[in-house]
């Protein structure tokens, strides 16, 4: 289950089979994943000993009828076409993640791939073309091809795997450390040929958040600062950092459309994939298109499932233990609580990128949920004293979180707008 699943991730990332000449209509990516279904549904190793496991078969359940209240009963097929395999990603990923070496295995799988990709970008600016034959995006930005033809969704991705290559690289032996910072150094210079000012953002914010965790708010604040300047000398973009700039009013234009959607159809939204019937921009904010397209019973489903993924990582890094005479439990409590941090830090990078996308189907980010979740799972087995997260225990603080969301994104709105 576990090798077939990495290779999964493999060819979700890299995707030999969109430029590779005879693997165009080559169903590689539905096999391997069907492949490791049934590896799945015949291992004992199997679990949904986490509240994402149930959340996000209903949030597909949302997205469906969402197309059917919105008069397109086929929709609903389609919507389980589209997004049942991310589905099934999810639960055989999570399963398989269930120890600490599992955990690093996957994070040194991604942060490959990624490293891959900012190669791939590295070719593609100096000679204009990548080894895909996909040429640079309008403005000098590099691209790669299927779900990272975009600038933007290839920052998301190097934001997010730059705090597991740091991970790797700080608790790496041997010659294995500097491949690892290596590949760290590689990632950042792809966000800066991305020229993504939401993946220069996640930068920050990751950067930011650990600062917080080790010195406290105050140092934390002065360095985002000074990090914030610092970006605006790297990234021509980030001076355009702006409302009233022409691509930043377009994007905050986009959110007032898809608070509006909301609106006008409170329940369950215009339906899934819909919101460019009504707007010529798309979302360009993940939290927005799901609110717009999926209405407030969909937002409420999917900001618990982010949200459970945040609360389990901080559970583990806050809870305290009373320290044992045994060095390698020590060490192994050591372990995890890194391993913790490290998944944090990249929730944080991939949802600080994801606000000014919209990605709120993107297979990648359900995929480092579905290793958020298993790495809490398997924490769980190793100590017991963790908390058992259920929907059954809490689960309702998720609509009064949601209703403040929904709340701040329209005070957001409303003062970007008059800055415009």
Request: contains cysteine; charged residues 15%.
């Amino acid at each position: 289950m576990f090798p077939l699943i990495l290779l999964y991730v493999v060819l979700t990332i890299i995707r030999p089979q969109d430029y590779l000449p005879g693997l165009e209509n080559v169903p590689i990516l539905p096999v391997v994943l069907l492949l490791a279904f049934a590896s799945w549904l015949f291992s004992s190793a199997k679990t949904f000993a986490a509240p994402q496991f149930l959340i996000l078969p209903a949030f597909l359940l949302i997205l469906m009828i969402s197309e059917v209240t919105n008069g397109w009963t086929g929709g609903a097929i389609d919507e389980l076409a589209r997004f049942g395999p991310v589905v099934i990603a999810f639960f055989v990923f999570g399963a398989a993640c269930s120890t600490q070496k599992r955990v690093r295995v996957a994070m040194g799988v991604f942060v490959v791939c990624a490293a891959v990709l900012a190669l791939h970008g590295v070719e593609q600016s100096r000679l204009g073309t990548g080894w895909t034959g996909i040429p640079l995006s309008e403005g000098g930005r590099i691209q790669y091809v299927g779900i990272f033809n975009d600038p933007n969704d290839l920052g998301l991705l190097f934001a997010a795997c730059l705090p597991m290559a740091v991970f790797l690289g700080r608790r790496g032996t041997g010659a294995m450390r500097p491949v690892w910072l290596g590949c760290a150094m590689l990632l950042l210079y792809g966000i800066v040929l991305t020229n993504s000012r939401g993946a220069l953002l996640a930068v920050l914010i990751i950067a930011g958040c650990y600062v917080w965790y080790r010195k406290g708010v105050v140092v934390a604040g002065i360095l985002g600062v000074v990090g914030l300047t610092a970006m605006k000398l790297v990234s021509s973009r980030m001076d355009e950092l702006d409302a009233g700039e022409e691509s930043a009013a377009g994007r905050v234009d986009a959110w007032y459309a898809g608070l509006e959607m909301f609106r006008d159809n409170p329940a369950f939204g215009v339906g899934a994939g819909n919101f460019t019937e009504y707007n010529e921009l798309t979302a360009h904010n993940s939290f927005v298109l799901v609110l717009a397209e999926t209405g407030f019973v969909g937002f409420v489903t999917w900001l618990a499932f982010v949200g459970y993924g945040f609360w389990m990582m901080l559970t583990i890094i806050r809870h305290v233990r009373v320290p044992g005479t045994d060095p390698k439990v020590e060490a192994e409590w050591v372990m995890e609580k890194q391993l913790a941090l490290t998944l944090l830090l990249s929730l944080c990078g991939l949802f600080a990128a994801a606000f000014f996308l919209s990605r709120s189907y993107m297979v990648v980010l359900y995929l480092i949920a579905a290793m958020v979740a298993g790495h809490y799972i398997g924490a769980r087995k190793r100590w017991p004293e963790l908390p058992f997260f259920r929907i059954s225990d809490g689960g309702w603080r998720w609509v009064p979180a949601a209703a403040g969301s929904v709340a701040a994104l329209f005070v957001l709105v409303a003062v970007l707008l008059r800055t415009v």
